[in-house]
């Protein structure tokens, strides 16, 4: 009788045991919700913070044409007799460095940076400035942007303006440019950077009233 009972004893646990975990399973869902809000709290397209603060650094490099033709473009460079200095080269590859910041608004974004860009052939010698930004956020970590700032450009041993003033050899003025970025997982490379890290980043600016054209292509390192 008492192996009967014993018996009788296991096989009740044995069934309870299914039920019981039934029973406990809408348990889970309330533990989910609980951790529901750290989940879904906003975030941009790559993962970040929606709302916040992410700065950057970068090198660049490309080519600067500027127009130098007559009423159109900078100043042309004129020799001492009046007479159109010809070989002087207003074009030229350049590599820049760039610091700034991006501030994530949902979707898009809002920044600002500075940059310094160092010629390394033809007459340029050196630029510098600061842009505004503004675009929008794509995929895991990309961008597309627009931007527009102030640049001053030096020139190297320029000979005269047609203005006449001898000793200046820089000119400044509007810039604006089109661009976009992105990260290693948006060319398929698993998404390595996470939350930080390198992407690629190629625009195109133009100084003053398209005085210039300017493709640049780099690696720009986020926070």
């Known amino acids: 009788m008492r192996t009967l009972k014993l018996a009788a004893a296991a096989a009740g646990v044995l069934f309870a045991a299914p039920v019981f975990a039934q029973d ?11 951790a529901a ?17 992410e700065p950057y650094v970068g090198v660049m490099g490309g080519w600067e044409q500027f127009d130098n033709e007559p009423n159109h473009g900078i100043p042309q460079a004129i020799n001492s007799n009046g007479t159109l200095r010809n070989n002087y080269r207003l074009a030229g590859a350049l590599v820049q460095g760039v610091v700034g910041f991006n501030v994530p608004l949902g979707p898009v974004f809002v920044g600002a940076e500075g940059n310094v860009a160092k010629g390394v052939s033809g007459n340029i010698d050196w630029e510098y400035g600061a842009a505004g ?4 956020r ?51 490379l698993q998404g390595i950077t996470g939350n930080a890290g390198f992407r690629i980043r190629a625009e195109v600016n133009t ?17």
């Open 207 to 223: 100084f003053g009233d398209f005085h210039s054209f300017r493709p640049m292509l780099g690696v720009i390192t986020h926070f």
């Open 37 to 53: 809000p750290a989940d879904t709290a906003p975030q941009a397209p790559d993962g970040t913070r929606a709302f916040g603060i």
């Open 24 to 34: 406990m399973a809408p348990a889970a869902p309330a533990d989910t919700a609980m």
């Open 133 to 136: 930004r503004f675009g929008v």
């Open 138 to 188: 794509a995929g895991d970590s990309g961008m597309f942007y627009g931007k527009v700032g102030y640049q001053w450009v030096d020139f190297d041993n320029y000979p005269a303006f047609v203005s006449g003033d001898r000793n200046n050899k820089k000119v400044d003025g509007i810039t604006y440019g089109i661009g976009t970025e992105f990260g290693p997982k948006d060319i398929g």
